[in-house]
């Protein structure tokens, strides 16, 4: 069972960063897509961040230039660096692992983005 641990979330003003972190339990980390996805209330969840296991990652439009999803296999991990954060970033951030057709999910971290 895949199992996701999200961390790093928290309260920033308007232009400063956040870095996130996911943590893996499965030992075959390295052969899964991992990225992160964002959900605001009412919205339907939207992917922000991916990279695959060949290390190609892919950033949403509105975070392009701003965020990078680097990943660790090694510590099982991957990250998201979050900079020049804006209001519109606020919202709960969750880790996808996806292997085939099979998602999986962390519970979510909260990012809000106030002065």
């Known amino acids: 069972q895949v199992q996701l641990v999200e961390s790093g979330g928290g309260l920033v003003q308007p232009g400063g960063s956040l870095r996130l972190s996911c943590t893996a339990s499965m030992s075959s980390f390295a052969i899964y897509d991992m990225g992160w996805y964002r959900q605001a209330p009412g919205k339907q969840r939207e992917l922000v961040a991916l990279i695959t296991r060949g290390a190609t990652t892919n950033y949403a439009d509105s975070v392009k230039g701003r965020f990078t999803i680097p990943r660790d296999n090694a510590k099982k991990t991957i990250y998201l660096q979050m900079n020049s954060l804006a209001p519109e970033d606020t919202t709960v951030y969750y880790c996808?692992?996806?292997?085939?057709?099979?998602?999986?999910w962390g519970q979510g971290t909260q990012v809000t983005i106030s002065s």
């Open positions: 996808n692992a996806r292997i085939l057709s099979l998602n999986n």
